[in-house]
């Protein structure tokens, strides 16, 4: 899922003071999940919003909505078109795909991000998110036995570690980042496939990535 922390509240309130009349929209799926910007998440910022114009005289009126998905059209119909209509703002606690797709959709209001979108990520416990891809549009997982070198490593490494690794964790983080070549070591070992290592690894076609520029699927098959 795509992982994304709420952004400070100044910096919040800073982008939405000057509203009469504020939408704060959440999204249902990955942002709920990372507890950044679902319905719960939603109720507490309204709230804060409402207290800190209160404080400065402000006059905004803000109502609150959460949707299933801010990145499919088919959920605005969930009450939130005419909520959007109806407002001078939104603020987007959706990924940075949610706030551009609102922009899309409703071209004549205001939108604010609500949050900072960070990575594609697992949790690892509740409260903690960790990076697993990076999207490279060209996934190598079946190389290395399920570990990814592009997100996982530091230095993205495809041919190996580097000098830093010490005691199984990465010398760019040695307190909470483990080094992926010890875990594709390992993961080699327990598979008994030690011997996939000595596969050179060419360079990688990194013209799937989005260094080529902004990036379509279409799918045929699917299209009507
Ligand atoms: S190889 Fe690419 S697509 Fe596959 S997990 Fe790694 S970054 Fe993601
Ligand atoms: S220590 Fe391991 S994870 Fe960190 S940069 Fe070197 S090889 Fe990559």
Redesign the pocket.
Known sequence: MIIAEQKPFKEIYESVKDSEKLLVLGCGTCVTVCMAGGEKEVGVLANQIRLAAGKDGGKIEVTEHTITRQCDEEFFDEGASEKIKEADSVLSLGCGVGVQHIVQLYPDVVVRPGVNTQFYGATLQQGIWTERCAGCGECVLERFEGICPIA????S?MNG??G??SNGM???DPEN?E????LIYDRMKRLNKLDKLMDYQPPKDWSHDRDGGPRSVSREDVLF
């Open positions: 996982r490593c530091s230095k490494l570690p580097c830093g690794s990465c010398e760019v980042t080094c992926a070549w010890q």
